[in-house]
């Protein structure tokens, strides 16, 4: 089986990968600038996105510390209401002080800690004096803010803002009470409401340990959570500064945060952005560079391998057609004008070059094989005709003679004349048998089948199980075609001989008229045919030979064979001997 056509489509194959490559090294460094653009678009986005969480936090800050101070202020001017009443603000202090829904109630405490007067006047003469906010603006003598702390009506959580409070008229030193501001946690992010957060951002304030305070979304769902980065949000040791990671809400964000003193407690305003949020944009930039650029490396090797179909693979293609041809014995083939880029086009012209000196010089190999077979088989005729016409005639003479003298001569010499005798005889066997080698007499005499009998006959009789010979040649067919199908199946039979160990062997001969073939048979023990091309044996030069002589004259031999399978040997030879060659003389 051939292995041209796999060859020539691996080597199709790799020129295309190799194009294709090519493609690669122009498109590869693209999509990796592409990506690297877009790393630093991220960072850039990751910066933005601290830049304005940072800011979101120092607002909630100054939002924190604002309401603060607006609760002072709205403590002193309760406790001059109250001042200006009584000590005990005698039911001064009632829901209509409250202003908006940021404050839940409002107390004024007695210094033993009995709520003297609340907005919520059920909350009167309850005691407070464990409360940690009671205590905490007693100790600051100042604003005090705690959170959470516990509600007087519910137990909630919220903040309290707390003052200590001086009665009229009582000296400095007397022991303060304490007017209280209850408010709702959710108030300390209430300002986000003003802001255009993207979705999934987030705005929480944490207390000193941590605890989620309040959300600007979830409401109170995750209230007094554990944040989970506050320790690597402390660990860091600034106020201010930038954290990503999971948080209460299991969800991914970009923070910044900034701590805020108030009233002696300490809180941690955070505002995140999620990554979807931060990193939107520049996902979409990435995706359609790299889009981009897979359509131009998709456009570019498409247009690469089309160019190089049609100026590269293509016009090789076409020269390597006409090389193989040329190899197979094909000797007019030429590639022509092949095209494509003038190094291929050079490399088909000097090929066709090639070609045709190549070609002048077996035309010229083959008439001189021609001649020679001509004068090969003029020589074997010369050499054949004088063994018959000459040597065996005088050996014949020779003979006639030594018998007469045979018949005269007394008993005693007989003996020697006999052995001379033997001699002559075993002579002219030779002769004949060499007579037969050079140019068997019934091939001229009764055709060629009766030839190959002859010399299947002197050569397997008593060798081979069996031989056969069937079919003859054309009324017309040539002298000379004969002659060298005699030839072929000669040297065909003396291969069988030497080297086939066959039991049988078999010869048919057909004819159509314009050609003229013959097929040999054995079931022998056949050989590596490729081996034998490659490296010739002695012995097995024939085969080459037989091709040869064939191919002189417009026709073929064809051997198929393989180790332990036998070997058949085809032979198809023109009745008209191909044009400008010579036909072989025969007489």
């Not at 295309?16 to 990506?35: D, E, F, K, N």
């Not at 160019?307 to 040329?326: D, H, K, M």
């Amino acid at each position: 089986m051939s292995t041209a056509g796999p060859t020539a489509r691996r080597h199709r194959v790799h020129l295309r990968t190799r194009l294709l490559g090519l493609v690669l090294l122009t498109v590869v460094p693209l999509g990796a600038l592409s990506i690297a653009w877009s790393l630093n678009d991220r960072r850039h986005a990751t910066d933005d996105a601290h830049r304005r969480t940072a800011e979101i936090a120092a607002t909630g800050a100054t939002a924190a510390r604002a309401l603060v101070a607006e609760t002072d202020v709205l403590l002193h001017a309760v406790n001059r209401i109250t001042d200006e009443a009584d000590a005990d603000c005698g039911g001064r202090l009632d829901a209509t002080l409250l202003p908006g829904s940021r404050y839940l109630n409002l107390y004024a405490v007695a210094p033993e800690g009995t709520v003297a007067c609340a907005a919520d006047s059920a909350l009167t003469s309850t005691d407070v004096s464990d409360a940690a906010w009671f205590q905490r603006a007693l100790e600051r003598r100042g604003v005090a803010v705690t959170a959470p702390a516990a509600s007087l009506t519910d137990d909630t959580p919220v903040m309290m803002i707390a003052t200590s409070r001086t009665a009229v008229g009582q000296p400095a030193t007397t022991t303060p009470g304490v007017l209280g501001a209850s408010v709702a946690l959710q108030t300390l992010v209430g300002f986000a409401a003003d802001l255009d957060l993207p979705t999934g951002s987030v705005v929480q304030v944490l207390d000193e340990q941590g605890r989620v305070l309040a959300r600007s979304v979830d409401d109170a769902a995750y209230l007094l959570d554990p944040m989970p980065l506050f320790a690597e949000m402390t660990s860091q040791g600034a106020s201010t500064g930038s954290v990503d990671g999971r948080g209460v809400d299991d969800e991914y964000r970009l923070y910044s945060y900034e701590e805020v003193d108030v009233g002696g407690q300490v809180l941690w305003i955070m505002a995140g952005i999620t990554r979807s949020d931060a990193f939107d944009r520049p996902n979409q930039r990435l995706a359609w560079s790299l889009a981009m650029v897979g359509l131009v490396g998709l456009l570019v090797g498409l247009v690469a391998l089309a160019a190089a179909q049609r100026l590269i693979v293509s016009p090789i293609e076409r020269l390597r057609t006409a090389i193989t041809g040329f190899r197979s014995g094909d000797v007019d083939r030429r590639a022509g004008d092949i095209g494509g880029p003038a190094e291929v086009a050079e490399l088909g012209a000097a090929f066709d070059a090639m070609a045709q000196e190549l070609a002048v010089r077996l035309q010229n190999q083959e008439r001189l094989l021609r001649q020679l077979d001509g004068a090969t088989e003029a020589e074997r005729q010369s050499i054949a005709a004088g063994i018959h016409d000459e040597s065996l005639q005088n050996l014949s003479a020779v003979g006639f003679r030594l018998q007469l003298l045979r018949r005269q001569v007394e008993p005693a010499h007989a003996a020697e004349l006999d052995r001379a005798l033997e001699l002559v005889d075993e002579t002219a066997s030779q002769l004949r048998g060499l007579l037969f080698d050079l140019r068997p007499p019934s091939l001229d005499r009764l055709g060629l089948a009766a030839a190959l009998r002859e010399t299947m006959e002197a050569r397997f009789d008593d060798r081979l199980e069996g031989w056969s010979v069937s079919g003859e040649p054309a009324p017309g067919t040539p002298d000379w075609a004969q002659l060298l199908l005699y030839r072929v199946a000669q040297q065909a039979l003396v291969n069988v001989d030497q080297h086939a160990d066959a039991r049988t062997v078999s010869v048919q001969i057909g004819d159509d008229g314009t050609l003229a073939w013959m097929v040999i048979r054995d079931d022998g023990r056949g050989f590596d045919m490729a081996e034998v091309d490659a490296h010739p044996r002695p012995g097995h030069i024939g085969l080459r030979v037989m091709r040869d002589r064939a191919r002189a004259v417009g026709g073929d031999v064809v051997i198929h064979t393989a180790p332990d399978e036998g070997t058949t040997v085809r032979v198809v030879l023109p009745h008209r001997a191909a044009e400008g060659s010579d036909r072989p003389e025969v007489s």
